[in-house]
């Protein structure tokens, strides 16, 4: 705890240094422990903190953002896959023998019984992230959001190849249009038959359900850009309308939410990004948030599994300690494996990758995204 805590320290010294885009690493912090909080209480009816469960949601809207802001930055499209592969690959490789060695864990100890077939093959696919998208199990929880994130750098990578980055709003605007329209129809018409069969089609399918969150994002970066004009907020209007269509694709039942409150989430998402690309939401950035959002993507990875299989079991199972100190210790316990991995693997790993990369392909190294 004390190399944490110097650790903690040192980055809180360096607040000023870099103040670019301070809030969005906020939010970013705040998305992973809203997720962190709601895995924690997720058994547990007195303190089910159940609207953490869409946090996702709002992690998309800051990478529709940021990726729409990178791709507008780097000069070639092998300076965007360099950079997106170092940001994402190395800790995710990390956290996911973690997991693995705690599954083994578990079955060894906890079910004593063999391991589940597949299990390493479920891991060797999983290291390409490419599980869910060939039909392959995730090891843990939170990885699903990684094949939704794919391809939609796909899909953005594609148009800056094809030089349509210009015209991402209208192509993105048609596939959330057509994805509402399907969920209009198969809401109406009864799931059997060809329909039936229809509906299970384009509920397999990853973006179309988040379109509108990552098309949000961007229209907020085109706001932040100068673009002010009133079609960018009448646009984000649609685009929030549009997303609370997709309740029942969010699965929000399994949090014992109801539409109207995933809709309230949602909104306050919304209304963050109107209040930071109009300059208002500097009262969220401070050292905690500032140091969650730098620790985010590993916190997100790392934390449903060893919560869930072992922190709880243990801490309120066995000591019996109160439901609400065992979640203080869980967080505690994983901010600080996230921190570890975060400043000895992530970042030091990113660097060394993207470095190395950049300077084989002779792309000049420049000031991160």
């Not at 939704?148 to 210009?166: D, G, I, Q, R």
Request: proline share 4%; charged share 15%; net charge positive.
């Amino acid at each position: 705890m004390l190399l944490v805590n110097s650790i903690y320290l040192s980055h809180f010294m360096q607040l000023h240094e870099n103040k670019r885009l301070n809030e969005l690493d906020a939010l970013r912090g705040i998305a992973a422990i809203m997720v962190v909080v709601c895995h924690c209480t997720l058994f547990h009816e007195e303190y089910t903190f159940k609207y953490g469960g869409i946090g996702v949601d709002l992690f998309f809207m800051l990478s529709g953002f940021v990726i729409f802001m990178t791709l507008n930055y780097v000069k070639t499209g092998k300076e965007f896959v360099i950079k997106r592969f170092a940001r994402l690959y190395p800790v995710y490789w990390a956290c996911l023998t973690l997991t693995l060695l705690l599954i083994v864990i578990d079955y060894h100890i906890n079910y004593q019984k063999p391991l589940p077939d597949g299990l390493f093959i479920d891991y060797a696919v999983g290291l390409t992230m490419l599980q869910r998208i060939v039909g392959i199990n995730d090891l843990d929880g939170p990885y699903w959001s990684l094949a939704v994130e794919l391809v939609f750098y796909a899909l953005m990578f594609l148009l800056y190849k094809l030089k349509l980055l210009h015209r991402t709003v209208p192509v993105l605007f048609v596939i959330a249009l057509v994805e509402l329209i399907m969920q209009l129809l198969l809401h109406y018409l009864p799931r059997t038959g060809i329909v039936g069969n229809i509906y299970q089609i384009e509920a397999s399918l990853l973006l179309p359900h988040f379109i509108p969150l990552f098309l949000a994002g961007i229209l907020f970066y085109q706001i932040y850009d100068g673009k002010k004009g009133i079609s960018n907020y009448l646009l984000i209007a649609l685009c929030f309308v549009m997303q609370t269509f997709e309740h029942e694709s969010r699965h929000i039942e399994m949090f014992n939410m109801v539409p109207g409150e995933y809709n309230a989430t949602l909104a306050v998402f919304f209304f963050l990004f109107i209040l930071f690309v109009n300059g208002k939401l500097g009262f969220i950035v401070n050292g905690v948030t500032l140091f969650l959002g730098r620790i985010s993507y590993a916190l997100y990875l790392f934390h449903q599994y060893i919560i869930i299989r072992f922190i709880i079991p243990y801490f309120n199972g066995v000591l019996h300690l109160s439901y609400f100190v065992t979640c203080i210790i869980a967080i505690t316990i994983v901010i600080a494996i996230a921190t570890l991995n975060t400043f000895l693997i992530d970042e030091p790993l990113r660097k060394k990758i993207k470095t190395s990369l950049l300077n084989k392909h002779r792309i000049p190294v420049k000031k991160p995204l």
